[in-house]
C-alpha cells in the first residue's frame, strides 16, 4: 500500500516524536509514505480568523501539489491537518467557481479529488485483522483511555468519521491487538485547551487536568491520543495539571501509533516513547 503524506507543521517539529512514531509503524508494516513536495502550512486554527480566503488557498495548493503528483490518497496524521484539508477539498467539488479561483491563486490545477485519512483511518484501510496477525506483542499490561478531542471526529457533516460524540475506533482497534481500553469514560471528546498552551497554562492545566482525572477514575493506566496539540497538553502540561489540581495522575500519554508499533515489535526508542515527559509505562517482557 501507498499514501500521500503531509506531516504538516507540527509533526517536522514541536511533535517530530508522533513523526517517528508514525513513519516506524508504516515502516513495519511496509506502507510507503510519500510526503507531499514543498507542502506548506494548512493555516490550523489562525487563517480562517485572519483572512478566509487564505484560510481555503493553503490547504488547496496542497491538494494541488497531491494532484499534480498524482497522490489520490493522503495520510495527515494531525486532526487540524486532515481537517482543513477535507473541509477545502469538499468546497472544491462542490464549485466550479471555486477551483477555477484556487487554480489561479496557486497557480496549480487543483479540483479537490483528493482523499483525506487521519491515522485511525489507515489503520482501518490496512485492517484491524491484518494488523493483529502482524503483532508479536500482546497489549493486555495497557488499560488506555482513547482520547479523541475536538476534532478527529468534528465537524461531523465534513468528517463523516465515527460518532462524534460516542467515538469507538481507538478502543476497537487497541481491543485487537490485546489492550483493554476503559469504557464509558466521560471526556473523551472533551478539548484539551488545544492553542491555548501559548497563551495561558492555568485553562490547559484546568481542562487537561479534567481530563486526566477522570481517565484514571475510570482505571486508566495510560492515555491515547490521535493529534499533536492534544499529546502535549496532556503529556507536556501533566506536570502543571498535577500542581494546578494538587493530586499526581502519572499517566503516560501515548500516540495511537506508539501502541500499534509496540504490539508490532518495534522498540520504544524507535517509536520516541522515550521523548516524552511522562514515563512509559514498566511493562514486563
Not at 487537561?208 to 475510570?218: T, V, Y
Not at 507536556?236 to 495522575?249: G, L
Not at 520516541?272 to 509505562?281: E, G, Q
Request: net charge negative; hydrophobic share 40%.
Amino acid at each position: 500500500m501507498k499514501f500521500g503524506y503531509y506531516p504538516g507543521c507540527a509533526l517536522h517539529g514541536s511533535s517530530n516524536d508522533y513523526e517517528k512514531s508514525v513513519r516506524a509503524c508504516m515502516s513495519k508494516l511496509n506502507i510507503e509514505l510519500q510526503e507531499l513536495d514543498d507542502w506548506i502550512c494548512c493555516g490550523a486554527t489562525a487563517a480562517h480568523n485572519i483572512n478566509k480566503k487564505l484560510a481555503k488557498v493553503l490547504p488547496a495548493r496542497n491538494l494541488a501539489i497531491a494532484e499534480r503528483d498524482g497522490i489520490n490518497e493522503i495520510l495527515a496524521p494531525c486532526p487540524m491537518c486532515s481537517m482543513e484539508l477535507i473541509k477545502v477539498a469538499n468546497l472544491l467539488k462542490d464549485s466550479a467557481e471555486l477551483q477555477k479561483e484556487m487554480t489561479q491563486i496557486v497557480e496549480q490545477t487543483v479540483i479537490g479529488k483528493a482523499e483525506i485519512f487521519n491515522i485511525i483511518q489507515v489503520f482501518q484501510q490496512i485492517g484491524f485483522e491484518t494488523l493483529a496477525a502482524a503483532a508479536v506483542k500482546k497489549l493486555d499490561a495497557y488499560r488506555p483511555a482513547c482520547y479523541y478531542g475536538c476534532l478527529l471526529t468534528r465537524p461531523p457533516k465534513e468528517l463523516k468519521f465515527d460518532d462524534p460524540e460516542q467515538p469507538a475506533s481507538m478502543e476497537t482497534l487497541l481491543e485487537t491487538l490485546g489492550a483493554k481500553p476503559v469504557k464509558d469514560w466521560n471526556y473523551k471528546t472533551e478539548c484539551c485547551g488545544a492553542g491555548l498552551t501559548l497563551a495561558d497554562d492555568s485553562v490547559i492545566s484546568n481542562l487537561s487536568g479534567k481530563i486526566l482525572e477522570n481517565a484514571k477514575r475510570h482505571g486508566a493506566n495510560c492515555m491515547v491520543a490521535a493529534c499533536p496539540m492534544c499529546h502535549m497538553n496532556l503529556d507536556m502540561k501533566q506536570a502543571a495539571a498535577e500542581k494546578y489540581y494538587k493530586t499526581e495522575f502519572n499517566l503516560p500519554v501515548y500516540y495511537l501509533s506508539d501502541l500499534v508499533g509496540i504490539a508490532l515489535g518495534i522498540s520504544e526508542t524507535e517509536l520516541a516513547v522515550n521523548k516524552h515527559f511522562v514515563p512509559a509505562l514498566q511493562v514486563a517482557g
